[in-house]
Each structure stands twice: as C-alpha cells, then as structure tokens.
C-alpha cells in the first residue's frame, strides 16, 4: 500500500449551505464544525464531538435536509490544494471551507492525485476502513461565487470550476464495511 498521508481533521456539514437570498442561491459556509471523530455508515457520516454528541452530516441519507445523492455521503479533501486556492482567491478560503469531512495532509502535491477507486484509512486502533467508488467531487456555482468573492462574469465563473475541478474541490467516497470511527492522526493510503 502507498501512504497517501495523515488525516489532520475531521468535520462535519450540520446543515445544507447553499441558500437562498434574495438574489439567488449563495454558499455559506457557518454550518461547518469540527469533531472529534466520525462515524462512516454506507448512508454518510455523523459526526462526533468532544463531549460525545452525534451530529448527522447534511450529506448522510438520514438527515432531515439531506443533500445524499448516493455517491457523495463520504467527502476527501486535501490541505495542499487550499494552499494553492488561497495563492489564486484569498485568505478566505480556509483548510477544510469546501466541506470534505476528512482533511488529509497529503505526501503528493500534484494534481490530479492519482487516487485510483478505492482508498484505505489506517486507523490509529489498527482497523483498515475501506472506501470504494473514489470520484473527484464536481464544483457548483455557489462554491466557485464564493471562491471568488466578487461579482463575477459568466465565463470567470466557468473558469473558476474549471480551476476547482479533477480533484482540488475534494473528492467523494463510499464505505466498504461495517460501520467504523475515523479520527485526526489515521493514515490515508492506496492500495
């Protein structure tokens, strides 16, 4: 197996983030929070705090708002691709904003990461979690509004996901197991 690199934290979506105002649908990222631990189910993640609540992701199949669409209940992103869209849009774009519930820092720089269908995390207990049906998660407008933070023509925004796209948005998952509890300090690797 081939280390990937070490999960550096773990979050959750608690609810949807693009609303609507009265110009349209914006990305906002408040419902955003960092936990403990997470849960990984085959309907998405709940998050866990350090006081022990669960917190069911927006994008798990059993929250109230949910934003499951079968293949994206598990999200994968990377710290090095922040860095890069801070150099391109700004301080706002903060580690982890994009909403991938796990935020690895990653050996490889380059993109795309060659990642392949399956990823495997190393818990720190022993277990081997396995993710199946590996896909670079597709940027939305509302994202790519947000990156920019300005007003922005019909093809700066088409450049704009085009740049977001192939991975640096975040990749999405599915679990291959029973359920299992993924925490900062697991190592992500491919098979």
């Known amino acids: 197996m081939r280390e990937i690199g070490s999960i550096e934290f773990v979050q959750v979506q608690r609810q949807p983030m693009k609303v609507m105002q009265e110009d349209g649908r914006i990305y906002q990222p408040d419902p955003l929070m960092r936990v403990s631990s997470l849960k990984l189910t085959d309907k998405g993640i709940i998050g866990v705090t350090a006081a022990g609540e669960n917190l069911v992701d927006a994008h798990h199949a059993d929250h109230p708002q949910s934003r499951y669409r079968g293949q994206n209940g598990i999200s994968v992103g990377f710290l090095h691709f922040y860095e890069d869209m801070r150099a391109t849009f700004g301080p706002h774009m903060v580690d982890g904003i994009a909403a991938e519930n796990i935020i690895v ?3 490889e720089s380059m993109l795309p990461l060659s990642l392949g269908n399956e990823l495997v995390i190393q818990c720190q207990t022993g277990t081997l979690v396995h993710l199946q049906e590996v896909m670079a998660a597709p940027p939305c407008v509302e994202f790519s509004r947000f990156a920019l933070a300005r007003e922005a023509t019909p093809q700066e925004i088409k450049a704009t996901l085009q740049y977001l796209d192939d991975g640096r948005r975040g990749y999405y998952a599915t679990l291959d ?5 993924i925490r900062a300090g697991d190592v992500l690797v491919a098979p």
């Not at 197991?177 to 509890?181: A, I, K, N, S, V």
């Open 177 to 181: 197991g029973p359920l299992c509890e």
């Open 105 to 107: 820092r990653a050996r």
